[in-house]
C-alpha cells in the first residue's frame, strides 16, 4: 500500500515550452502533497506543498509564477513549469502524506530542458 | 540554510562490511527518518525515530537518535552488493509535516 505514482517518468522539452508532472497517490487520500527539486549528487529541496483544494505553499525562492501547482483532488497534483530553460533541468520527486509523520515518494521525474 | 549535514559524503566497503552514516541537524526536531534512494530513483522510507527515542531496529538496520548533540547515525549491519544507494536523512518539527533532507552519503558496497 501506500504507492505514489509520477507521470512522466522522463520529459525533454524545448526552452520556452511549459511542462506538465503529474503526482498520483494511487491507493489512499492524500491531503497534503509536496514537491522537491533534486540537482545531480545533490539533496532534495522542498520547492512547495500542495493541500487539496486550496492554494500551495511555496518555499523561499521558488517562483510561484513559474512552478504552478495545482491540487484538484485527494488523489491528484500537478507541478507545471511554465516557459521552461535549461536551468530548470532537474530531476522532480513528489511526495504524498498518509499521516502527519509519513510522507511517501514517487519515482520521480527527470526534466531535460534543451 | 536549514538542510542537515550528512557525513561522510561517500563510502565505499566491501560486502560484508558494517557501514555507518552520520546526520546532524540544526533546529529541535519531532521526528528523524533514513530514506534510501537508487540512482535517479525516487525514495524509499527506511526507519523512522521520533524524538523521544534513543535507538530503533529494522532488520539489518540501526538507527541511533541524540538530540542533545542533534544527531542521528544508520547503520547497515551485513552489507549486501544491492544496498548500493544514497541514503538520506530527513527530519520534521512539530506541528509541521515538511521534510528537511541532509545532504546524502553515497554509499558503494564492493562485491
Known amino acids: 500500500g501506500a504507492v505514489v505514482s509520477q507521470h512522466p517518468s522522463w520529459v525533454i522539452c524545448k526552452s520556452g515550452t511549459s511542462v506538465k508532472i503529474e503526482c498520483r497517490s494511487l491507493d489512499f487520500q492524500a491531503t497534503t502533497m509536496f514537491w522537491y527539486r533534486q540537482f545531480p549528487k545533490q539533496s532534495l529541496m522542498l520547492m512547495a506543498t500542495?493541500?487539496?483544494?486550496?492554494?500551495?505553499?511555496?518555499e523561499q525562492g521558488v517562483e510561484k509564477d513559474k512552478f504552478l501547482i495545482n491540487h484538484a483532488s485527494l488523489t491528484l497534483s500537478t507541478l507545471t513549469v511554465t516557459s521552461a530553460h535549461p536551468e530548470d533541468s532537474s530531476f522532480y520527486i513528489c511526495?504524498?502524506?498518509?499521516?502527519?509523520?509519513?510522507?511517501?515518494f514517487g519515482p520521480g521525474t527527470r526534466l531535460t530542458v534543451l | 540554510s536549514q538542510q542537515g549535514e550528512e557525513d561522510p559524503q561517500a563510502l565505499s566497503i566491501q560486502e560484508g562490511e558494517n557501514a555507518t552514516m552520520n546526520c546532524s541537524y540544526k533546529t529541535s526536531i519531532n521526528n528523524l527518518q533514513w530514506y534510501r534512494q537508487n540512482s535517479g530513483r525516487g525514495l524509499v522510507h527506511l526507519i523512522l525515530?521520533?524524538?523521544?527515542?534513543r535507538e530503533k531496529h529494522s532488520g539489518r538496520l540501526r538507527v541511533t537518535l541524540d538530540t542533545s548533540k542533534k544527531s542521528s547515525s544508520l547503520l547497515i549491519t551485513a552489507s549486501r552488493a544491492a544496498d548500493t544507494a544514497s541514503y538520506f536523512c530527513?527530519?520534521?518539527?512539530?506541528?509541521?509535516?515538511?521534510?528537511?533532507f541532509g545532504t546524502g552519503t553515497r554509499l558503494t558496497i564492493i562485491p
Open positions: 525515530i521520533r524524538s523521544n527515542e
Open positions: 530527513a527530519t520534521d518539527v512539530f506541528g509541521n509535516e515538511k521534510l528537511t
Open positions: 500542495s493541500n487539496e483544494g486550496s492554494k500551495a505553499t511555496y
Open positions: 511526495s504524498a502524506s498518509l499521516a502527519t509523520d509519513t510522507q511517501y
